[in-house]
């Protein structure tokens, strides 16, 4: 399958899910990970990319008064994250837009944010180093991220399940702190959230 391919069927996944998405995600995750959220979205500051908007759940966590471009690959999802976005106290845009093949020129963002969003890029470990490329010298990467498990039966229930996750949603064994050191950046810190499967990454580019 071509990259084309690839982005073509994942835009169209993540259409089909834009019109039930907050029903899945938006009551229980938000009031559950909320503090969590709250707290990494506070160190935004500087020129900040958003990766991925989805319906806009998350700008509600978002602090006032920031510059940010926030993008994802779904038109669908954009246009239902429109009232959010317009409502933000802060200079947030939405764009329509793929990790692997972002416009924006090298060293562009003081920091990029992600949030459950590396269980769905197609190719992780591409889209990491995309980021990197567009992050000032110095720049923040800081994700709220859930991932594949270390420990029994977790790892296990978690690799059986994958194939039918992936087809319809996220994965769900991601190795996605081994994937940001791929990617070229410097973790400095992990915090599990809930058991080894939620956590938050800090890292740096170098």
């Not at 994250?81 to 845009?93: H, K, N, P, T």
């Not at 923040?140 to 420990?151: N, P």
């Amino acid at each position: 399958m071509t990259h084309r391919g690839e982005d073509h069927l994942t835009r169209q996944k993540w259409d089909r899910a834009a019109r039930s998405f907050d029903f899945m995600t938006g009551i229980g995750p938000d009031r559950r990970w909320e503090p969590r959220k709250k707290e990494l979205f506070s160190h935004m500051q500087g020129k900040i990319l958003f990766l991925a908007l989805g319906t806009g759940l998350d700008v509600q966590f978002f602090p006032p008064d920031q510059d940010i471009v926030a993008i994802d690959i779904s038109p669908k999802m954009i246009e239902a994250a429109r009232e959010r976005v317009g409502a933000y106290q802060g200079d947030l845009r939405a764009l329509q837009m793929d990790v692997h093949q972002m416009d924006f020129a090298d060293e562009t963002f003081d920091q990029v944010y992600t949030s459950c969003t590396f269980c769905s890029v197609p190719e992780p470990i591409e889209g990491l180093k995309a980021l990197w490329r567009v992050m000032k010298p110095g720049g923040e990467l800081r994700m709220f991220e859930h991932t594949g498990s270390q420990y029994f039966p977790f790892k296990q229930m978690f690799d059986l399940m994958n194939p039918l996750s992936s087809r319809a949603g996220p994965s769900v064994n991601r190795p996605t702190v081994a994937n940001v050191e791929a990617a070229g950046f410097a973790v400095r810190e992990v915090r599990n959230v809930y058991l080894d499967i939620v956590k938050t990454i800090y890292a740096v580019k170098e």
